[in-house]
C-alpha cells in the first residue's frame, strides 16, 4: 500500500509561525503517531484552528513532540505557551470564540489540570467549545495501582487517605463531570482511540461546550493507520438530523413559528446569545435581514449583541429593568404580542436580575438549541440518548427559506422607539482627580467603530453596556455570567492570536480592571513573547480605580478586604515583561479629563501595529448609574 496523499493548503490565514506561508503536497505514511493523529483531526474538526494552547509538564511532553512533526507544521499549526494554566484554559475560550470553533489547551497531570479547571468551568457555563488534552500517568502506572500490588505514589498525584492503599490515578478525573460535557482516556487500542477522539470532538463542537481527553504519557508514540484520518471525514451533524421525526418535528415548529408572526400586529424579536455561542450567527443574521422593518421590532440581550444594531428597526438592549433605557423596556414589555427569543440563555446576569416582566405579551416562543417552547407547549429537540433531532441553524435557515412578509396581517407601520445614546457625561469639580466612568461611556460611544472586537472584563464598568449602542459587525466577548475577574487579559491574547491566525486587521479592544488585571497579569508578557506573529496588537484599557469597586459598591466599600496594592506601575509592565526598549507598545497614565480628551482627540486612529495601554484613573466608588438596578440580592 503507497503511502497516501493529501495536499495541505493554507487556511483563511495569511500569516503563520515561520511567515512562510508555503503550500506543499505532503506525503502521509501509512502510519502515523497517535499524537499526529490526534493533532491532525482537531485541525478536520477546526479547519480555521492555527493555535494549540498550554504549559508542558513530564506528562505530556511525549504528546507535545507531535506539534513539531512536519504534518503538523504543513497545517501551519503551533503551540503556544502561556504563563499558568488558569490563563491557558482563558486564553483557549477566548480564542474558541473569537475564530468560531473548536479551541485546544494542553496541561499536565493534577497540578497543570486542576489550576485550569475554573477556567474550563466558565467555558461549560459561558457555552464555550473548548477541547482540554490532560496528559496523564502512562497505562502501566494506573493498571498497578488497580492491581494493588504495591503502593507506589507518584509525584503530582494525591496519595489514598489509608496509607495502605494505592492512589486513585482517576482522582481528578473525577472533579470534571459537572464541568464539561464529555471525558475519554486513551489506552492502546488503536480503534478505540480513534472512536474516542471523533465521540469528544463531535459533542464537544455539538454542545459548544468543553470536552476533556486524558493522554496517557505512553501512548502519544502509538502507531494509527493514517487511513481513518479520510475513510470517515470528520462530521458534528446531529445523529437525527433528516430523520423521519426530525423532519415531521421541524416542519411543525417553523409553520408554527410562522403562523403566529403572520398574525401578530406587533411581533418583536429579541436575539439571545446562544445563536452566536453554537456558530449559527450567518443564519441569524440572514433570517433577521427578512423581517420587515415597518413591522417587527428587533431587540439583543445585554449577553448576546450579536445583531446589527444599526438596523432602523433595533430598538435597543432589552435587560429588564437595566435596559438600554425605559423607553426600550416599554417596547419590548408593552408594545409587543409576540416575542420570539432566538438562541435563549435564562440566567441571572441575562435577564437584569430576573428583573423582566413580560405578563402582557400574548404569544411567547423560546428557542434554545435544547428545545424550542411556544407558550406551554415545549419540543424537545435534544432526545434522550443526548443528541439532537436537527440544530439551532437548521431551525433560522428553515425558517429564512420559508419567510414570506406578504403573508403578515398587518401591514400598517407600528410606531417604533430606537434608544440612541446621547452624552451622559457632566462636568463636575472631581475632574481634576479622576475620570468619571459616564465620560468613557460617552467616548466609547463615539470610539468605537466597525468590525471592532471589544473584550469586557467582568468589573464596574460592564453594567453600563446597555449605555452603548454598537456599530455595524462588532463582536463582544466578556463572560459576565461566570464572572471569574482576571478572565478577560487572557482571553484578549487568545482573541489577539485568533485574530492573527486569520490575518484579519479588524482592532482588538480591551476594558479591564486594575483588580480583575492582577489576577492573570503574567499574560501580558506573552503579547511581547509572541509580537513575530502578531503584527495586529490590542488596545487595552486600564481602569484603575483602586479595588474592587463592585464589590465597594454591594458592602463594605471602606473595609480592607476591598483594598488592592494600588501601587502598581502599570504603564512600566510591558517593559518589565521584554519591551524594555519600547518597540512594541505604547503607554500612558490618564489621571483626569483634560488629559483623556487630549490624548484620545489626538489618538483616534492609533497603529494596531504596537499595543496600546492607557491606564485610567477613575473613582474608588464610581460606578454607571445602571450599577443598582443589575444587582440580584435574593
Same mark, same amino acid.
Given at each position: 500500500?503507497?503511502?497516501?496523499?493529501?495536499?495541505?493548503?493554507?487556511?483563511?490565514?495569511?500569516?503563520?509561525?515561520?511567515?512562510?506561508?508555503?503550500?506543499?503536497?505532503?506525503?502521509?505514511? &501509512?502510519?502515523?503517531?497517535?499524537?499526529?493523529?490526534?493533532?491532525?483531526?482537531?485541525?478536520?474538526?477546526?479547519?480555521?484552528?492555527?493555535?494549540?494552547?498550554?504549559?508542558?509538564?513530564?506528562?505530556?511532553?511525549?504528546?507535545?513532540?507531535?506539534?513539531?512533526?512536519?504534518?503538523?507544521?504543513?497545517?501551519?499549526?503551533?503551540?503556544?505557551?502561556?504563563?499558568?494554566?488558569?490563563?491557558?484554559?482563558?486564553?483557549?475560550?477566548?480564542?474558541?470564540?473569537?475564530?468560531?470553533?473548536?479551541?485546544?489547551?494542553?496541561?499536565?497531570?493534577?497540578?497543570?489540570?486542576?489550576?485550569?479547571? %475554573?477556567?474550563?468551568?466558565?467555558?461549560?457555563?459561558?457555552?464555550?467549545?473548548?477541547?482540554?488534552?490532560?496528559?496523564?500517568?502512562?497505562?502501566?502506572?494506573?493498571?498497578?495501582?488497580?492491581?494493588?500490588?504495591?503502593?507506589?505514589?507518584?509525584?503530582?498525584?494525591?496519595?489514598?487517605?489509608?496509607?495502605?492503599? #494505592?492512589?486513585?490515578?482517576?482522582?481528578?478525573?473525577?472533579?470534571?463531570?459537572?464541568?464539561?460535557?464529555?471525558?475519554?482516556?486513551?489506552?492502546?487500542?488503536?480503534?478505540?482511540?480513534?472512536?474516542?477522539?471523533?465521540?469528544?470532538?463531535?459533542?464537544?463542537?455539538?454542545?459548544?461546550?468543553?470536552?476533556?481527553?486524558?493522554?496517557?504519557?505512553?501512548?502519544?508514540?502509538?502507531?494509527?493507520?493514517?487511513?481513518?484520518?479520510?475513510?470517515?471525514?470528520?462530521?458534528?451533524?446531529?445523529?437525527?438530523?433528516? !430523520?423521519?421525526? !426530525?423532519? @415531521?418535528?421541524?416542519? *411543525?415548529?417553523?409553520?408554527?413559528?410562522?403562523?403566529?408572526?403572520?398574525? +401578530?400586529?406587533?411581533? #418583536?424579536?429579541?436575539?439571545?446569545?446562544?445563536?452566536?455561542?453554537?456558530?449559527?450567527?450567518?443564519?441569524?443574521?440572514?433570517?433577521?435581514?427578512?423581517?420587515?422593518?415597518?413591522?417587527?421590532?428587533?431587540?439583543?440581550? &445585554?449577553?448576546?449583541?450579536?445583531?446589527?444594531?444599526?438596523?432602523?428597526?433595533?430598538?435597543?438592549?432589552?435587560?429588564?429593568?437595566?435596559?438600554?433605557?425605559?423607553?426600550?423596556?416599554?417596547?419590548?414589555?408593552? @408594545?409587543?404580542?409576540?416575542?420570539?427569543?432566538?438562541?435563549?440563555?435564562?440566567?441571572?446576569?441575562?435577564?437584569?436580575?430576573?428583573?423582566?416582566?413580560?405578563? *402582557?405579551?400574548? *404569544?411567547?416562543?423560546?428557542?434554545?438549541?435544547?428545545?424550542?417552547?411556544?407558550?406551554?407547549?415545549?419540543?424537545?429537540?435534544?432526545?434522550?440518548?443526548?443528541?439532537?433531532?436537527?440544530?439551532?441553524?437548521?431551525?433560522? #435557515?428553515?425558517?429564512?427559506?420559508? /419567510?414570506?412578509?406578504?403573508?403578515?396581517?398587518?401591514?400598517?407601520?407600528?410606531?417604533?422607539? #430606537?434608544?440612541?445614546?446621547?452624552?451622559?457625561?457632566?462636568?463636575? $469639580?472631581?475632574?481634576?482627580? /479622576?475620570?468619571?466612568?459616564?465620560?468613557?461611556?460617552?467616548?466609547?460611544?463615539?470610539?468605537?467603530?466597525?468590525?471592532?472586537?471589544?473584550?469586557?472584563?467582568?468589573? $464596574?464598568? !460592564?453594567?453600563?453596556?446597555?449605555?452603548?449602542?454598537?456599530?455595524?459587525?462588532?463582536?463582544?466577548?466578556?463572560? &459576565?455570567?461566570?464572572? +471569574?475577574?482576571?478572565?478577560?487579559?487572557?482571553?484578549?491574547?487568545?482573541?489577539?492570536?485568533?485574530? %492573527?491566525?486569520?490575518?484579519? %486587521?479588524?482592532?482588538?479592544?480591551?476594558?479591564?480592571?486594575?483588580?480583575?488585571?492582577?489576577?492573570?497579569?503574567?499574560?501580558?508578557?506573552?503579547?511581547?513573547?509572541?509580537?513575530?506573529?502578531?503584527? %495586529?496588537?490590542?488596545?487595552?484599557?486600564?481602569?484603575?480605580?483602586?479595588?474592587?469597586?463592585?464589590?465597594? =459598591?454591594?458592602?463594605?466599600?471602606?473595609?480592607?478586604?476591598?483594598?488592592?496594592?494600588?501601587?502598581?506601575?502599570?504603564?512600566?509592565?510591558?517593559?518589565?515583561?521584554? *519591551?524594555?526598549?519600547?518597540?512594541?507598545?505604547?503607554?500612558?497614565?490618564?489621571?483626569?479629563?483634560?488629559?483623556?480628551?487630549?490624548?484620545? &482627540?489626538?489618538?483616534?486612529?492609533?497603529?494596531? $501595529?504596537?499595543?496600546?495601554?492607557?491606564?485610567?484613573? =477613575?473613582?474608588?466608588?464610581?460606578?454607571p448609574e445602571r450599577f443598582s438596578k443589575s444587582l440580584c440580592k435574593k
Amino acid at each position: 500500500m503507497t503511502p497516501v496523499i493529501e495536499t495541505i493548503q493554507d487556511g483563511e490565514s495569511s500569516i503563520s509561525p515561520n511567515n512562510s506561508g508555503v503550500c506543499s503536497p505532503v506525503s502521509i505514511p &501509512n502510519e502515523i503517531h497517535l499524537g499526529e493523529y490526534l493533532f491532525l483531526r482537531i485541525a478536520q474538526a477546526n479547519p480555521k484552528l492555527r493555535s494549540i494552547f498550554g504549559i508542558p509538564g513530564d506528562f505530556n511532553v511525549d504528546l507535545l513532540e507531535h506539534m513539531y512533526s512536519p504534518l503538523i507544521a504543513a497545517k501551519d499549526m503551533k503551540f503556544v505557551n502561556c504563563c499558568n494554566e488558569l490563563n491557558g484554559a482563558y486564553t483557549a475560550d477566548g480564542y474558541a470564540r473569537t475564530i468560531g470553533g473548536l479551541s485546544c489547551l494542553i496541561t499536565t497531570f493534577g497540578v497543570g489540570e486542576l489550576s485550569a479547571i %475554573n477556567g474550563i468551568a466558565g467555558a461549560f457555563a459561558e457555552y464555550v467549545p473548548v477541547l482540554h488534552i490532560v496528559g496523564v500517568t502512562t497505562t502501566k502506572q494506573a493498571q498497578q495501582a488497580k492491581d494493588g500490588t504495591e503502593v507506589l505514589n507518584y509525584h503530582h498525584l494525591v496519595p489514598s487517605v489509608n496509607p495502605f492503599d #494505592s492512589p486513585n490515578h482517576d482522582v481528578y478525573k473525577n472533579m470534571v463531570n459537572g464541568v464539561s460535557v464529555i471525558q475519554e482516556t486513551l489506552g492502546t487500542d488503536q480503534e478505540l482511540n480513534v472512536e474516542k477522539i471523533d465521540r469528544v470532538l463531535k459533542k464537544i463542537i455539538q454542545e459548544s461546550r468543553p470536552g476533556y481527553l486524558f493522554v496517557p504519557a505512553d501512548v502519544s508514540d502509538i502507531l494509527v493507520p493514517s487511513v481513518f484520518l479520510f475513510m470517515n471525514p470528520f462530521n458534528a451533524e446531529p445523529k437525527h438530523k433528516n !430523520s423521519a421525526k !426530525s423532519i @415531521e418535528v421541524l416542519d *411543525d415548529v417553523c409553520d408554527t413559528i410562522l403562523e403566529k408572526m403572520y398574525k +401578530s400586529t406587533k411581533p #418583536s424579536v429579541l436575539s439571545d446569545c446562544l445563536t452566536s455561542r453554537f456558530g449559527f450567527k450567518e443564519q441569524l443574521d440572514q433570517f433577521v435581514d427578512l423581517l420587515p422593518t415597518s413591522i417587527a421590532k428587533l431587540f439583543t440581550t &445585554n449577553m448576546a449583541r450579536n445583531v446589527d444594531e444599526t438596523r432602523e428597526n433595533f430598538i435597543g438592549v432589552y435587560h429588564g429593568k437595566g435596559s438600554s433605557d425605559d423607553g426600550v423596556r416599554q417596547q419590548l414589555e408593552n @408594545e409587543t404580542d409576540l416575542l420570539v427569543t432566538l438562541g435563549y440563555f435564562h440566567n441571572e446576569v441575562n435577564t437584569g436580575a430576573y428583573s423582566r416582566n413580560l405578563t *402582557d405579551i400574548k *404569544d411567547i416562543i423560546e428557542v434554545h438549541p435544547d428545545y424550542i417552547k411556544i407558550n406551554h407547549q415545549v419540543y424537545h429537540i435534544k432526545q434522550k440518548d443526548g443528541e439532537r433531532l436537527f440544530t439551532l441553524g437548521d431551525l433560522l #435557515s428553515e425558517l429564512t427559506s420559508r /419567510f414570506d412578509p406578504t403573508k403578515f396581517a398587518n401591514h400598517t407601520p407600528v410606531p417604533m422607539y #430606537s434608544f440612541t445614546p446621547g452624552a451622559i457625561y457632566k462636568q463636575s $469639580s472631581n475632574d481634576n482627580y /479622576f475620570i468619571p466612568q459616564t465620560k468613557i461611556i460617552d467616548h466609547l460611544n463615539t470610539w468605537l467603530k466597525p468590525n471592532d472586537l471589544l473584550i469586557m472584563e467582568t468589573m $464596574s464598568f !460592564s453594567f453600563a453596556l446597555p449605555d452603548l449602542k454598537f456599530p455595524r459587525n462588532l463582536q463582544l466577548l466578556s463572560a &459576565n455570567f461566570y464572572g +471569574s475577574i482576571g478572565y478577560a487579559l487572557p482571553a484578549t491574547f487568545g482573541a489577539t492570536m485568533a485574530i %492573527n491566525d486569520m490575518g484579519s %486587521n479588524r482592532r482588538i479592544i480591551l476594558i479591564e480592571g486594575d483588580g480583575a488585571a492582577q489576577m492573570t497579569i503574567q499574560e501580558l508578557s506573552s503579547f511581547i513573547r509572541y509580537q513575530g506573529v502578531l503584527p %495586529n496588537m490590542p488596545k487595552i484599557y486600564l481602569i484603575n480605580n483602586d479595588g474592587y469597586t463592585v464589590e465597594r =459598591a454591594i458592602r463594605g466599600p471602606y473595609r480592607s478586604y476591598n483594598d488592592i496594592n494600588g501601587h502598581w506601575k502599570w504603564t512600566q509592565l510591558m517593559e518589565t515583561f521584554g *519591551d524594555s526598549d519600547r518597540m512594541r507598545h505604547d503607554s500612558v497614565t490618564l489621571k483626569n479629563v483634560d488629559e483623556f480628551e487630549g490624548y484620545f &482627540n489626538g489618538h483616534k486612529s492609533s497603529n494596531n $501595529s504596537r499595543l496600546q495601554f492607557y491606564e485610567i484613573i =477613575a473613582g474608588k466608588y464610581d460606578v454607571p448609574e445602571r450599577f443598582s438596578k443589575s444587582l440580584c440580592k435574593k
